[in-house]
């Protein structure tokens, strides 16, 4: 019999550690008797478990100050869906709770037996969402991709989720073969002629549901940092009044498209009609302020995933 490495055993004793005190309900001490350790073992085993993420904990009481702000965006923005998770005063993570939120709203969504449409952009706070799903068997849903999943350097992008979300869920997947920005226009054009994209993009265009980061501009944006724009390019753009972006489309601070060459070389599928669907852009911080704000005055967006302090502000513009 192979041994176990001593890692494994660890990430095992962890597990074991993790699955007594959360979802069997055992005290520290009960664990440490079961499983033949100290008691301080036991807390280091389930203090791991959370930090390798073998655990995934969900809040299901609904907190009445959460529900208030969600109805008040709802109204206020005409939503057809608004999540509000609480703020963490003292956090700097851009995806922890909103992740886990959107991952619940997925579920939820890949549980109708009835065949659906699911349309998905790409980023951090996507992966970290997709990150959270449990494993399903979805074979009657349809997961398609709204942005592409080459790099510059032709590498797959790293934050494009499409691939290691059928993977958890088992659903027939269609990603978009494309960059995100083409070096064109003509060969954008030219691209999306191809009959494999071309079925894509009808495709992306008649999902019942989609979830989309909402992107901040600056230097230190994704687009930038994962090298899709250079800085100059980024820094016309804003001058040219662009306030956001989703799945790579500029609009400005009206929350309309932008007129500008950029948005003519975006190889992405055209954001889902939200008259027929539900299109909910998943985002926090303050970073990501003037971008939400335009993206939900513009309609961009029908459903919102965010954290108390956004939504406050989100409410306050």
Known sequence: MARRSDTQGRLDDAARAGWLYYVAGRTQDEIAAAMGISRQSAQRLVSLAVAERLIKVRLDHPISACLELSLALREKFDLKHADVVPSDPAGTSSTVGIAEAAAAEIERWLKSPEPIVLAIGTGRTLKAAVDQLPPMECPQHRIVSLTGNIAPDGSAAYYNVIFSMADAIKARHFPMPLPVLCS??????????????????????????????????????????????????????????????????????????????????????????????????????????????????????????????????????
């Not at 994209?197 to 994962?226: I, R």
């Not at 800085?231 to 500029?250: F, K, N, R, T, V």
């Not at 985002?283 to 704000?293: N, P």
């Open 184 to 317: 064109s226009a003509e060969e954008r054009d030219l691209l999306h002629g191809q009959p494999i994209v071309k079925s894509t993009l009808t495709l992306g265009a008649t999902a019942n549901v989609t979830f989309v980061g909402v992107g901040e501009l600056g230097a230190d944006a994704p687009l930038c940092l994962d090298g899709f724009l250079a800085p100059d390019e980024m820094s016309a753009l804003m001058q040219a009044g662009a306030a956001g972006e989703i799945c790579g489309w500029m609009y400005d601070h009206d929350g309309r498209l932008l007129d500008n060459p950029v948005n003519d070389r975006v190889a992405s599928v055209p954001i889902p009609p939200r008259d027929r669907g539900v299109v909910i852009g998943v985002a926090l911080g303050r970073r990501k302020e003037t971008a939400l704000a335009a993206a939900l005055r513009g309609r961009m967006i029908n459903g919102l995933i965010t954290d108390e302090r956004t939504a406050e502000h989100m409410l306050s513009v």
